[in-house]
C-alpha cells in the first residue's frame, strides 16, 4: 500500500512538472538558430549543413541528429483502414485563443530590403511600431537583416484557453 502511494506522488509530480514548465521556440538569424525546446529536459534544433537539413535532438543525456533530407525507407500504407468518421476539427475562435496564450520574450528585427527608398518609406512605419510594442523593430541601411524570437508557453496555460473558449 505504501509503495502505491509513493508511485502516484512520482507520478503526480512529473504530470505537473509536465503541464507546468515552460517551452521555447526560438529563431536568431545571427547564429542559423532554429530550436524547440522543452525547459532544461528535451531540444529539437534544425541547421543546415552541406545542403542538407538536420534535427539534433536532444533529451536528458541522449543526443541524435537525423538527416531531414536523406531518402527513407518508404512505408507500405495499412491497407482497409479509413479516416475517423466524426472527428471534429476545433473552431478558428478556440485556435485563435490558443495561438494568443504564447508569451513573445524576445522580438527584435532588423531589416534592409536593399532599396533606399523603400527603406525611407519603412522607417516610419517601423519607429511608430517600436513605440506602440515596445519591441526593438527597426531599418537600418548596412544591408543587415537580422530577426531573433522567442516565444513560450506551457501546456497547461494552452489546455485552459482551450477549454474555456
Known amino acids: 500500500m505504501y509503495g502505491l502511494g509513493v508511485f502516484l506522488m512520482v507520478l503526480m509530480i512529473l504530470l505537473s512538472y509536465l503541464l507546468f514548465a ?4 526560438e529563431v536568431d538569424s545571427r547564429d542559423g538558430l ?10 529539437v534544433r534544425l541547421y543546415l549543413s552541406e545542403s542538407s537539413l538536420f534535427a539534433d535532438l536532444r533529451c536528458t543525456g541522449w543526443h541524435k541528429s537525423i538527416d531531414l533530407l536523406a531518402p527513407g525507407k518508404k512505408r507500405k500504407k495499412a491497407g482497409g483502414k479509413s479516416p475517423r468518421q466524426g472527428s471534429r476539427r476545433p473552431s478558428f475562435g478556440k485556435i485563435w485563443a490558443v495561438l494568443r496564450s504564447f508569451r513573445v520574450n524576445k522580438l527584435s528585427v532588423r531589416l534592409d530590403t536593399g532599396n533606399m527608398q523603400l527603406n525611407g518609406v519603412l522607417y516610419p512605419l517601423f519607429l511608430w511600431l517600436h513605440r506602440q510594442t515596445r ?9 543587415e537583416n537580422e530577426i531573433i524570437i522567442e516565444i513560450e508557453n506551457t501546456v497547461f496555460r494552452m489546455l485552459r484557453v482551450y477549454i474555456r473558449s
Open 22 to 25: 515552460p517551452f521555447y521556440f
Open 34 to 43: 532554429c530550436r524547440f525546446r522543452f525547459h532544461k529536459v528535451a531540444s
Open 135 to 143: 519591441r526593438d523593430l527597426g531599418i537600418n541601411f548596412l544591408n
